[in-house]
C-alpha cells in the first residue's frame, strides 16, 4: 500500500508540474472571443512556446521565441480581482497604435497591443492599453469544442456530436 501511495504521490506531482510549466487548458467562460472560441470551449494553452517561466512567479527564464502579430495568447491581466484571459496580439512591439481620441502611439519593446474577439466591452489593451511581455503567460495552440459549440465558432445549439473528439489547431 505505501509503494501504490508514493507512486500516486509522484503521479500527482507530475501532473501538477505538467500544468504549472508546460500546458495548461483553460475554459472559456465568456463569450469574448466568439466567433473562434465559444463559452465552455476548453483552449490548450502551451506555456513553452515563447520560452521558460518560473511556475506561480511568472519570471521568463529563458526566451526562444517572441509573441506575434495574430497569435491567441493566455495573459494574466492587470484586473480586480486579477484573472487570465484568452487574447489575440493585435500589434507588436515597435508598430503604432491609434486609439480613438489618443495621439498616435509607438509600442515601446516590450509591449504587445491585445484585442478581443469581438468589439463588446471585452478586458483587453483598448480598456488597460498596451501589456508588458511578462504578462504574456503562453500561446493557444489547440481546443477542444463544448458540446453547446460547432467546430466552427458556434451556434450555441447542442450539437448532436460527442465531445470526445480530437482538440482542433486554432492557429
Known sequence: MGRRLRRLFWVICAAFALRAC???????????????LNEGDIVFVSKVSYGLRVPGAGALLLE????????????????????????????????????????????????????????????????????????????????????TSSASGGSGVESSKSIWRLPQRIL
Open 22 to 36: 508546460v500546458l495548461e487548458p483553460v475554459r472559456m467562460t465568456d463569450d469574448s472571443m466568439v466567433p473562434r
Open 64 to 147: 526562444w521565441k517572441q509573441p506575434q502579430k495574430g497569435e491567441l495568447v493566455l495573459v494574466a491581466s492587470m484586473s480586480d480581482p486579477p484573472a487570465t484571459v484568452l487574447r489575440r496580439i493585435a500589434n507588436v512591439p515597435g508598430e503604432q497604435i491609434q486609439l480613438p481620441g489618443k495621439d498616435p502611439q509607438i509600442l515601446k519593446a516590450d509591449e504587445y497591443f491585445l484585442l478581443a474577439e469581438t468589439q463588446a466591452e471585452a478586458l483587453d489593451s483598448r480598456l488597460f492599453g498596451p501589456l508588458a511581455r511578462r504578462f504574456i503567460v503562453g500561446k493557444a495552440t489547440h481546443v477542444w469544442p463544448s458540446k
